[in-house]
């Protein structure tokens, strides 16, 4: 069992902070967790200050996993040397 958050909307408050009450929780909860975000690496840790941060993080919209010490686990997909990042509405796989 593990538990994931997203962070705007849900885990942070609208300022982009996190409550005291919020770390508390996160830092004493019993069970796997973490969080999944659109954000990227730097965007999401540099908002997760104090946070014990144990489980890989899912970033950009689940394009990228990594550590919390920023080794990715599994990359952005690239076609061809590009970066990978959508599809453009319309268009088929």
């Known amino acids: ?12 408050k609208s300022d982009l ?3 005291n009450f919020s770390k508390n929780i996160w830092n004493s909860f019993p069970f796997p967790l973490t969080i ?3 954000r990227s690496y730097k965007g999401s840790t540099t908002l997760l200050k104090g ?3 144990k489980y890989p993080l899912i970033l950009l ?3 990228m996993v990594a550590k919390s010490d920023g ?10 040397g590009t970066f990978i990042f959508g599809v453009k509405e319309g268009e088929k796989g």
């Open 1 to 12: 069992m593990i538990f994931v958050t997203d962070l705007d909307k849900t885990f942070l």
């Open 17 to 19: 902070s996190i409550s």
């Open 36 to 38: 999944t975000t659109a």
């Open 51 to 53: 946070l014990n941060l």
């Open 61 to 63: 919209d689940g394009a």
């Open 71 to 80: 080794r990715v686990i599994i990359p952005i997909p690239k076609i061809n």
